[in-house]
């Protein structure tokens, strides 16, 4: 599920630098993109379908969350092609370190959370008037 990637789109794009290193692509069989990560002004952020659905300072949460739209894509039959730099990688597996874990364990860590802790929208309506 993951080669190198060296950031560019297109070996012959001349894009202007813009402050944003792109540092994953999800593409599916046909090429297309689904998904990827970029960073921006020193913060990690994650695009799905065209629009940036989350940012975090945390490599390894970036990286995971991608892994897992690559794997959940791929339980539908379809293929998915991720590809990541080695700088994303490597603060990936850094800051996992620091916690006193390989990445592979933040990040069945993180699944295991995001199994028991469903988003906010999955819950239902919140009141956040205080009144019941």
């Not at 046909?30 to 990827?36: F, N, P, Q, V």
């Not at 092609?81 to 994303?88: M, P, Q």
């Not at 990688?89 to 995001?114: H, I, V, Y």
Request: net charge negative; proline share 3%.
């Amino acid at each position: 599920m993951s080669s190198k990637f060296n950031g560019s789109r297109n070996d012959g794009d001349t894009t202007p630098d813009t402050g944003i290193e792109a540092h994953a692509d999800l593409r599916d069989g046909a090429g297309k993109l689904l998904g990827g990560i970029v960073r921006r002004d020193g913060e990690w952020v994650l695009g799905m379908d065209g629009k940036m659905v989350g940012s975090s300072d945390s490599a390894a949460t970036m990286l995971a969350l991608i892994r897992r739209a690559a794997s959940m894509h791929e339980r539908t039959g379809a293929i998915a092609k991720l590809k990541f730099s080695d700088a994303l990688r490597d603060a990936a597996n850094a800051e996992a370190r620091q916690l006193g874990l390989e990445f592979q364990q933040f990040e069945a860590q993180l699944d295991e959370k995001m199994k028991s802790d469903p988003p906010s929208s999955a819950r239902g309506p919140t009141d956040r008037t205080g009144l019941h």
